[in-house]
């Protein structure tokens, strides 16, 4: 090699070298700042503790006074840990479902996923179900996975059956979302007053039942599909330079995605099995890890699940503070600082668009 192809090999060496730190740096700091929402989640709530408590609470339970350690241990603690692991589930399986169909507005929530969650849960609470002995406890969180699988594979067979371009797979996704709405509503119109309650409970989202267990499988679930979709990586980054390129360099796009939106259903049945819908942190928090590290996904998928992590957390507080003593569902905060918070990615890429 000739000295001027050594120093332009160097010079790309280096250059990728402060690629890859600037992004390492940038997933780092999104888990720092998960992090510090985490403590200041558990320290915040109608009981005001003090960050320097809720360390010591957490290091150090037995050099605090029962009631704040009960406070702490038994109640911030899985309230705070199970907002953590619902965003990470969600905004993973956000960036994932936006990478498959190649669509920016594409989420469980927009997508109906979650409100074909939203049906199987219903049906276990209206009618009692019960299946080969199965506990309401174990049988509920298994009918929103079965229902939210159910509606990612229709989405891909109508898609494919009919031809229909992955833009067009949104369009579907809207009409079942549309659909299936109507099909809960019928059923709580049919329901009793309880179960038309808790129905009603699981769709506002709210991190209240929270208990160290349910965290607990949330987790697992994450800690099972992080591998596979990081595994998936390289194939997800060639598939955002376009299908055909992808295809010529040897991935399998239609195994790959149907992989894909059964790894999304088990992330958001895992996800709202416990606290309900939760919408649009799926769909924002991969945007914002995509403006901080781009469309490599061996850093935007960790990225995007601690961005869905931080959004639920300052969510999480945010429910707590809005109103003095109350404790509002985190499904309505996500919607009321979602939105405009979207619009204003929206618009922000639309100027960076129009500018190039």
């Known amino acids: ?22 992004r390492v740096l940038c997933v780092t700091a999104l888990a720092v700042a998960a ?7 558990v320290a915040s709530g109608p009981a005001m503790l003090g960050l320097q408590d809720v360390v010591k609470g957490l290091w150090n339970p037995e050099a605090l006074d029962a009631g704040t350690r009960v406070i702490i241990q038994d109640i911030r603690v899985p309230y705070a840990l199970m907002a953590v692991v619902v965003g990470a589930c969600l905004g993973l399986a956000g960036a994932e ?3 498959a169909l190649n669509n920016p507005l594409a989420s469980p929530y927009t997508l ?36 939210a699988a159910a509606a990612s594979i229709l989405i891909l067979v109508l898609s494919r059956t009919l031809g229909a371009s992955v833009h067009s797979v949104v369009l579907f996704g809207i009409a079942l979302l549309f659909g299936i709405n109507a099909v809960v509503g019928l059923i709580q119109f049919v329901a009793d007053a309880e179960s038309v309650q808790q129905i009603v409970f699981w769709t506002m989202g709210s991190l209240a039942r929270a208990t160290m267990d349910k965290v607990a499988i ?19 980054t060639l598939l955002r330079s376009g299908e055909e390129q992808a295809r010529s360099l040897g991935v399998a796009v239609e195994r790959m995605r149907l992989l894909v939106l ?4 088990l992330l958001t049945a895992a996800a709202m099995a416990f606290v309900g819908e939760i919408g649009f ?20 998928l960790p990225g995007s699940a601690l961005a869905g992590a931080l959004l639920l957390s300052l969510s999480s ?14 499904g309505i905060v996500t919607a009321l600082v979602g939105i405009p918070l979207f619009i204003t990615l929206i618009v922000g890429r639309s100027r960076r668009g129009a500018a190039l």
Not at 317 to 328: D, E, M, R, T
Request: proline share 5%.
């Open 1 to 22: 090699m000739t000295p001027t192809g050594e120093s332009e090999a160097g010079g790309l060496a280096k250059a990728y070298r402060r690629f890859v730190l600037r």
């Open 35 to 41: 992090v510090i929402a985490l403590l200041v989640d």
């Open 97 to 99: 479902m936006q990478t």
């Open 112 to 147: 109906g996923v979650g409100a074909a969650a939203t049906l199987g849960a219903a049906l276990v609470i209206v009618f009692n179900l019960s299946l080969f002995g199965l506990a309401t406890d174990i049988l509920l969180p298994l009918s929103a996975f079965v229902f």
């Open 218 to 236: 949330v987790a697992l679930v994450l800690a099972i599909c992080l591998p596979f979709s990081l595994r998936n990586a390289w194939a997800m």
């Open 262 to 265: 059964l790894r999304v259903s």
């Open 281 to 300: 942190i799926g769909l924002v928090a991969p945007h914002i890890a995509r403006l901080m590290l781009g469309e490599d996904h061996r850093f935007l």
């Open 317 to 330: 507080i945010a429910s707590k503070l809005l109103v003095p003593g109350v404790v509002l569902p985190v």
